[in-house]
């Protein structure tokens, strides 16, 4: 029989895995890499957002430019809660910077 902390804890456990793996930065390996888009310089940003959104996509970092960081549930241990912060953290940051490097030096400037 199992009790209510246990089931929690293996789903809080579940959810931590789930979050650091879909966070990875690698593309899966059957996808083709692809080519880094070239660097935005104030004209024609709708194909280079489309462009970047897709480079992202493809490093599955994509979804870190719409949401919000997860809200971890009470109940969670430390070290699960420590993980799933930081995950989260490192995949914002890895997403955040490739667009700015997307960015010519002037505007990197402007919004870094």
Same mark, same amino acid.
């Given at each position: 029989? *199992?009790? $209510?902390?246990?089931?929690?804890? %293996?789903t *809080?456990?579940? #959810? %931590?895995?789930?979050? %650091? *793996?879909? @966070?990875?930065?690698? +593309?899966?390996?059957?996808? +083709?890499?692809?080519? &880094?888009? $070239?660097?935005?310089? #104030?004209? $024609?940003?709708?194909?280079?957002?489309?462009?970047?959104?897709? =480079?992202?996509?493809?490093?599955?970092?994509?979804?870190?430019?719409? $949401?919000? +960081?997860?809200?971890?549930?009470?109940?969670?241990? !430390? &070290? !699960?809660?420590?993980?799933?912060?930081? +995950?989260?953290?490192? @995949? !914002?940051?890895l997403?955040?910077?490739?667009?700015?490097? #997307?960015?010519? !030096?002037?505007? =990197?400037?402007?919004?870094?």
């Open positions: 029989m *199992t009790t $209510e902390s246990q089931i929690m804890s %293996a *809080t456990s579940m #959810g %931590a895995t789930n979050i %650091a *793996t879909s @966070s990875r930065t690698t +593309a899966p390996p059957s996808m +083709a890499p692809v080519e &880094k888009p $070239e660097k935005f310089s #104030g004209i $024609e940003f709708k194909r280079w957002q489309q462009k970047m959104f897709f =480079y992202l996509t493809t490093l599955c970092l994509q979804r870190f430019t719409s $949401e919000d +960081a997860p809200e971890v549930p009470e109940g969670t241990s !430390d &070290k !699960d809660r420590f993980v799933i912060v930081e +995950a989260w953290k490192h @995949s !914002d940051f997403c955040r910077n490739y667009i700015l490097s #997307g960015l010519q !030096d002037d505007l =990197y400037n402007v919004y870094s």
